[in-house]
């Protein structure tokens, strides 16, 4: 499974939260609402989630395993960055 495309829109709000980015595979199957945050140890994707009856939130769409997590993550961290030197101030407010 390739990844065709990485969508990164960036926050303009101040906070955690840096980007929003959709990706897609293989050009037939996208992902929406991965989510780039900064947090104590650097940049890291949370993938999309939603709040369960419990109160706890749960992933939508997740890897299975770790090796695919990290390939996923650093292909959008990759294209966050290189979206912060092409246009440092287009950004979305969410």
């Not at 499974?1 to 980015?21: C, P, S, W």
């Not at 945050?37 to 939508?60: H, Q, T």
Request: no cysteine; net charge negative.
């Amino acid at each position: 499974m390739q990844i065709t495309d990485v969508r990164v829109r960036k926050v303009a709000k101040e906070g955690k939260l840096k980007a929003v980015v959709s990706i897609t595979f293989d050009d037939e199957f996208v992902v929406h609402d991965i989510k780039v945050i900064e947090g104590e140890k650097g940049l890291f994707i949370a993938m999309p989630s939603k709040k369960a009856m419990d109160g706890e939130y749960r992933d939508i769409a997740h890897p299975i395993n770790s090796g695919t997590r990290d390939r996923i993550q650093s292909t959008i961290l990759e294209k966050y960055k290189q979206a912060l030197e092409e246009e440092p101030e287009a950004t979305v407010e969410i």
